[in-house]
């Protein structure tokens, strides 16, 4: 079951926040559990990540993703108030605050190993341009999940497809990652046409696979693995 900023939800979108899954065990004690022996060897290993600071990743001279910062909140909640934005997600940011929580969640999620959050932002006044993440870790597969948006005025300039490039680049590069997976609505066009561009090759289609506001979507279902 996944969940969105807390909310409990059937599957993913490319937009949608995950917690971390949990991983079969066997009992070895009342209320204590223990990882089964694996039979492979895991593809990242815990401190894969977190060993080092997240890392601030230029797209251009002009262009960067970075962490999120706890001062990130107030443009944060007033591009939540996109109606494009929210069209494609489940919640919406009504306050600051509920902003500010956000973040301090998603800067968790590098420190636990189970989500890498991006702000895309102006690299000189370090203007909110949008949004990429990993989500959905699974280090032990190397596995994860890829979302974005952008704001309004960062459309139409291939500034999402490029920060997205840049962050599949560097989990299936030098991060380590095997497998991303992207997901959207049939009818996000937009959002296909981002995938497409960023070599995340079409694999098939889920029906039915997550109930946004105005009902049932069927999702098409995008992935990008590691080079040989």
Request: proline content about 5%; charged content about 20%.
């Amino acid at each position: 079951m996944l969940t969105v900023d807390g909310t409990p939800v059937p599957a993913r979108d490319h937009n949608i926040d995950e917690q971390p899954r949990i991983v079969c065990g066997r009992r070895t004690g009342v209320g204590m559990m223990s990882a089964m022996p694996s039979l492979v060897t895991p593809v990242m290993v815990p401190g894969s990540l977190n060993a080092s600071a997240q890392p601030t990743l230029p797209i251009d001279e002009d262009v960067l993703l970075r962490p999120w910062l706890p001062s990130d909140a107030a443009a944060l909640a007033r591009a939540f108030q996109d109606p494009a934005i929210q069209r494609w997600h489940l919640r919406t940011a009504d306050s600051e605050d509920e902003a500010e929580e956000w973040i301090s969640q998603w800067r968790q999620g590098w420190e636990t190993e189970t989500a890498c959050h991006w702000a895309v932002v102006d690299a000189v006044g370090s203007t909110l341009l949008g949004r990429v993440s990993l989500q959905s870790v699974i280090l032990a597969g190397g596995q994860a999940e890829i979302s974005y948006w952008t704001t309004p005025q960062a459309r139409g300039q291939g500034i999402c497809s490029r920060a997205v490039a840049q962050v599949a680049n560097w989990a299936l590069g030098e991060a380590g990652f095997n497998r991303l997976e992207l997901g959207h609505s049939t009818v996000n066009v937009a959002s296909c046409r981002i995938a497409e561009k960023t070599g995340f090759a079409l694999e098939g289609v889920r029906r039915q696979a997550l109930l946004h506001a105005d009902g049932w979507h069927d999702m098409h279902l995008h992935s990008r693995v590691r080079l040989a």
